[in-house]
């Protein structure tokens, strides 16, 4: 549905699966990490590496107290201000570049997540080939109808919206002239658990507003992502991260190198195994045909003696009658001397 390609990657139709790797907070304030994270994900194999443009002053006030401040007892940010985390988060807009560039140089799509209008106007100025709104951002009508009117692909995560919400994103998107639009299913809790992922609302949502339907994804492992491609997901976003020892305001919840490869081979197997509806024998299945049982004589007889259970016996391999068969042999006087081992036909009767 919608297939569109970005960079010359097609995403959607009979493509394989689209992998981003959120870098977000991960590279702990260091370009060089940054960098080392591109590389990671490259050898990983994913598609895309997506940031986050903001800073701590076009996200919040710089306040600490009060509805500014994180209390909730559950929180991998309890007791920071929100401009603190966002401060430590950002991802400083003179690394956006040079990140950019190292993706291209070793082939992912670099993209990111702008979280006000400056950030677009920015990301325009870097030539950015598509955009990503967040979860907490999806209602944010300005904002859609900023990025809307680049004309550029928009990936739009769902956490926290209701229908009616999304309908309205969806609309406003596409009034602004966005074209070419991915839902992404979300759960806006950090980890977020398998139980409260809710996947059935892929195909839900794929024919509610006729757009490509993929998961941004913040449960651990690769499990809910893998099932998610089988109800029709055709993007996949998972935070990354070089090592979860490392720290970070993203770690507890990201992928490291060898579960984000694991997660580009074993969404592609997925992807592959949907196939068609299909019975019968494949053509790769025509040899193991001769493993089927059928009927075999199991004891020398002489014309004339009658098959029993005893000397008819249902085995591998294949080549002799049916099964459905053995009970109207049994019973039956055989025409000629036969050897144990002699696949049953029915001139033998």
Request: with cysteine.
């Amino acid at each position: 549905m919608n297939e569109f390609i970005i960079e010359n990657t097609l995403i959607g139709g009979k493509h394989k699966p689209f992998i981003i790797a959120e870098m977000s907070g991960n590279h702990n304030k260091s370009l060089e990490r940054a960098l080392s994270i591109v590389e990671a994900a490259a050898k990983a194999g994913v598609h895309a590496l997506k940031l986050q443009t903001y800073t701590p002053d076009t996200m919040t006030l710089d306040l600490s107290a009060g509805d500014f401040h994180i209390d909730q007892s559950n929180s991998l940010w309890k007791g920071q201000s929100l401009h603190t985390l966002y401060q430590q988060a950002y991802t400083p807009w003179d690394w956006h570049e040079p990140i950019f560039n190292h993706c291209r140089k070793l082939g992912i799509i670099p993209f990111s997540t702008p979280f006000d209008e400056t950030a677009v106007d920015f990301l325009e100025s870097l030539n950015v080939p598509l955009y990503k709104i967040s979860s907490f951002e999806n209602t944010d009508l300005p904002l859609i109808r900023k990025v809307a009117a680049t004309g550029k692909p928009m990936i739009i995560s769902t956490g926290m919206a209701s229908i009616a919400e999304l309908d309205e994103t969806v609309r406003t998107a596409r009034k602004a002239g966005a074209k070419d639009i991915i839902l992404l299913k979300c759960t806006s809790t950090y980890p977020a658990s398998a139980e409260n992922t809710n996947i059935l609302t892929i195909p839900h949502m794929r024919d509610l507003f006729k757009c490509q339907i993929g998961l941004s994804d913040h449960t651990r492992g690769v499990g809910t992502a893998i099932a998610s491609i089988a109800l029709g997901a055709t993007v996949i976003e998972k935070h990354f991260t070089l090592s979860r020892e490392d720290g970070g305001v993203d770690a507890a919840f990201s992928m490291e190198p060898d579960e984000m490869e694991s997660l580009v081979i074993e969404s592609e197997r997925a992807w592959l195994s949907l196939g068609r509806i299909q019975y019968g024998p494949l053509k790769e299945e025509a040899p193991s045909l001769q493993f089927r049982r059928s009927l075999y004589v199991s004891q020398d007889m002489k014309a004339g003696d009658v098959f029993t259970k005893n000397n008819l016996r249902i085995v591998r391999p294949g080549y002799g009658l049916e099964p459905k068969y053995y009970d109207v042999f049994l019973g039956k006087r055989v025409k000629i001397d036969v050897k144990k081992g002699t696949k049953a036909n029915w001139d033998l009767i």
